[in-house]
């Protein structure tokens, strides 16, 4: 395997490990701080605020640079504020560094795309750039749940410590293993945000910021879903993060091999289809105890199969402006996560079972479906026919 994949690959799971953990020991943080927990969810916020930030600013500001340097400042950024985040003496540094430490996510991952891209062999493009997002489903897997066990149990200080020392790791294997591509000179500040003066750029953001949210109107709550809906015991969830995690570990290979064998916008609508049938499935079978581990695996599985064929879909579509659209994709997938955990809550808020936002996620994915098959029959197919 290409050595600059892996490299790629260990920026994924670093940045999953920061970017999820904080759900696992907010209650730890709040503690600590002497907080509540809803204030200490800020810095959860404040981190999907910073990556929608940092996405498409920083690869406007930095697109005259080679990726290689660019990648390599994006980590940096990341190993010195995730570490101050570990240290921070006082609530405003914590908050601060926190919001800046994803200012990196959607830069990285924009970047890495279109790297990942550029190193593949011809028609394997979508398959190495699942490679770079195997870092995060590995966080998901094993990362997640390590840094979890650790900050409950001694601190969340050593946790966010070790993912800073990670980016470090990170660092110096893109320092290493990078290849020195060259900047692609045409590029300007101009001209990457005026892909978004395009209609179908704004459509792209729909599907994946819709659609996407099905995911995480089921996920957000897949906790009080399995407890008191399918009576796993609460002592069992890590079981159930771990059979997720593992699902989206192989649903990532399985999106960019199905993207490269019949085009990731058809590789995208069968993903979409795919998740609203799983959550259906959820939806109806949750109160059935067995059934709730091997759908944690399925769902998670083909929720996941989604992302490769999305970057592919906006790397092909933004000639000129490839790096800026990838990486906005990535503020586009916190806006679906933003969405989803706010539109599943509705009815919850009514009284309705924890099973519920799985109905919100079928019309989100259903959605999400509907609109990458408009983006292919009004942009992709009239540009094959030209």
Same mark, same amino acid.
């Given at each position: 395997?290409?050595?600059?994949?892996?490299?790629?690959?260990?920026?994924?799971?670093?940045?999953?490990?920061?970017?999820?953990?904080?759900?696992?020991?907010?209650?730890?943080?709040?503690?600590?701080?002497?907080?509540?927990?809803?204030?200490?969810?800020?810095?959860?916020?404040?981190?999907?605020?910073?990556?929608?930030?940092?996405?498409?600013?920083?690869?406007?500001?930095?697109?005259?640079?080679?990726?290689?340097?660019?990648?390599?400042?994006?980590?940096?950024?990341?190993?010195?504020?995730?570490?101050?985040?570990?240290?921070?003496?006082?609530?405003?540094?914590?908050?601060?560094?926190?919001?800046?430490?994803?200012?990196?996510?959607?830069?990285?991952?924009?970047?890495?795309?279109?790297?990942?891209?550029?190193?593949?062999?011809?028609?394997?493009?979508?398959?190495?750039?699942?490679?770079?997002?195997?870092?995060?489903?590995?966080?998901?897997?094993?990362?997640?749940?390590?840094?979890?066990?650790?900050?409950?149990?001694?601190?969340?200080?050593?946790?966010?410590?070790?993912?800073?020392?990670?980016?470090?790791?990170?660092?110096?294997?893109?320092?290493?293993?990078?290849?020195?591509?060259?900047?692609?000179?045409?590029?300007?500040?101009?001209?990457?945000?005026?892909?978004?003066?395009?209609?179908?750029?704004?459509?792209?953001?729909?599907?994946?910021?819709?659609?996407?949210?099905?995911?995480?109107?089921?996920?957000?709550?897949?906790?009080?879903?399995?407890?008191?809906?399918?009576?796993?015991?609460?002592?069992?969830?890590?079981?159930?993060?771990?059979?997720?995690?593992?699902?989206?570990?192989?649903?990532?290979?399985?999106?960019?091999?199905?993207?490269?064998?019949?085009?990731?916008?058809?590789?995208?609508?069968?993903?979409?289809?795919?998740?609203?049938?799983?959550?259906?499935?959820?939806?109806?079978?949750?109160?059935?105890?067995?059934? *709730?581990?091997?759908? &944690?695996?399925?769902? =998670?599985?083909? !929720? /996941?199969? $989604? #992302?490769?064929? +999305?970057?592919?879909? %906006?790397?092909?579509?933004?000639?000129? *402006?490839?790096?800026? &659209?990838?990486?906005? =994709?990535?503020? !586009? /997938?916190? $806006? #679906?996560?933003? +969405?989803?955990?706010? %539109?599943?809550?509705?009815?919850?808020?009514?009284?309705?079972?924890?099973?519920?936002?799985?109905?919100?996620?079928?019309?989100?994915?259903?959605?999400?479906?509907?609109?990458?098959?408009?983006?292919?029959?009004?942009?992709?197919?009239?540009?094959?026919?030209?």
């Amino acid at each position: 395997m290409n050595k600059a994949l892996i490299a790629l690959a260990l920026g994924g799971l670093a940045i999953g490990m920061t970017e999820f953990t904080m759900m696992g020991i907010l209650p730890d943080i709040a503690k600590d701080l002497q907080i509540d927990i809803p204030t200490a969810s800020n810095l959860i916020a404040l981190y999907a605020l910073g990556v929608v930030v940092g996405a498409p600013t920083l690869v406007a500001f930095t697109s005259s640079h080679s990726p290689r340097k660019v990648l390599l400042f994006l980590m940096l950024l990341f190993f010195v504020f995730n570490g101050i985040f570990a240290i921070a003496p006082n609530k405003l540094l914590l908050l601060t560094s926190r919001f800046v430490a994803g200012l990196p996510h959607g830069a990285f991952f924009g970047v890495g795309s279109v790297v990942a891209a550029r190193l593949a062999k011809p028609g394997k493009e979508a398959q190495a750039i699942s490679i770079m997002f195997t870092g995060m489903t590995i966080a998901n897997l094993a990362g997640v749940p390590l840094g979890t066990y650790v900050g409950h149990h001694y601190s969340w200080r050593i946790t966010y410590a070790v993912i800073s020392l990670l980016g470090l790791v990170t660092f110096l294997a893109l320092y290493f293993w990078m290849p020195k591509l060259e900047a692609n000179k045409s590029n300007n500040i101009l001209k990457q945000i005026g892909y978004f003066a395009r209609w179908d750029a704004w459509l792209m953001v729909a599907v994946i910021a819709i659609g996407t949210g099905g995911l995480f109107a089921w996920i957000s709550y897949i906790a009080p879903l399995v407890t008191e809906v399918s009576g796993i015991p609460a002592d069992r969830v890590p079981l159930i993060m771990i059979l997720i995690g593992l699902g989206m570990f192989f649903g990532n290979i399985m999106g960019g091999k199905l993207a490269d064998t019949i085009s990731p916008s058809k590789a995208a609508i069968a993903s979409f289809t795919a998740m609203a049938v799983c959550l259906c499935v959820v939806f109806f079978t949750a109160h059935i105890t067995y059934l *709730a581990y091997p759908m &944690a695996f399925i769902t =998670g599985m083909i !929720s /996941f199969s $989604i #992302g490769s064929p +999305l970057q592919m879909m %906006l790397i092909n579509n933004a000639k000129g *402006a490839e790096t800026f &659209a990838a990486s906005a =994709g990535q503020a !586009s /997938f916190n $806006i #679906g996560n933003t +969405l989803g955990a706010y %539109l599943g809550a509705v009815p919850i808020t009514m009284g309705y079972a924890y099973n519920y936002p799985s109905l919100v996620g079928i019309v989100m994915a259903s959605m999400g479906a509907v609109l990458a098959y408009i983006f292919l029959a009004k942009v992709v197919r009239p540009q094959m026919n030209l």
